[in-house]
Nanobody, 119 residues
Framework: VQLQAFGGGLVQPRGSLRLSCLAS????????MAWYRQAPGKQRELVAS???????NLSDSVKGRFTISRDNGKNTVLLQMNSLKPEDTAVYYC??????????????WGQGTQLTVSS
């Protein structure tokens, strides 16, 4: 089982970008899927999460600007980021609670993808 994140890059302030994350492998079920980020010198923080029923939670710092969604049939989670600010600059990580066909449910992490918001 692995998570692969896609979509980081350099964006100007007030711009938009979408991150995607694909879970693959011998997956039996996926629980909560989430995006975290870690800025230089700071701890990793939860940005947004969504359960299998589509109920989402977003951190106060991104409410109204970011949207998290998932496609259960494709084992993907998306993070649509609008009105980006320089303080959104960070490495973004996807995370998912996955039950594989051979192991109990546990958290998996994708590789980080860098988002830089700068003019």
């Amino acid at each position: 089982v692995q998570l692969q994140a896609f979509g980081g890059g350099l964006v100007q302030p007030r711009g938009s970008l979408r991150l995607s994350c694909l879970a693959s492998g011998r997956i039996f079920s996926i629980g909560i899927m989430a995006w975290y980020r870690q800025a230089p010198g700071k701890q990793r923080e939860l940005v947004a999460s969504i359960n299998s029923g589509g109920i989402a939670n977003l951190s106060d710092s991104v409410k109204g600007r970011f949207t998290i969604s998932r496609d259960n049939g494709k084992n993907t989670v998306l993070l649509q980021m609008n009105s980006l600010k320089p303080e959104d600059t960070a490495v973004y990580y996807c995370n998912a609670d996955i039950r594989s066909t051979f192991a109990a449910m546990r958290p998996y992490w994708g590789q980080g993808t860098q988002l830089t918001v700068s003019s």
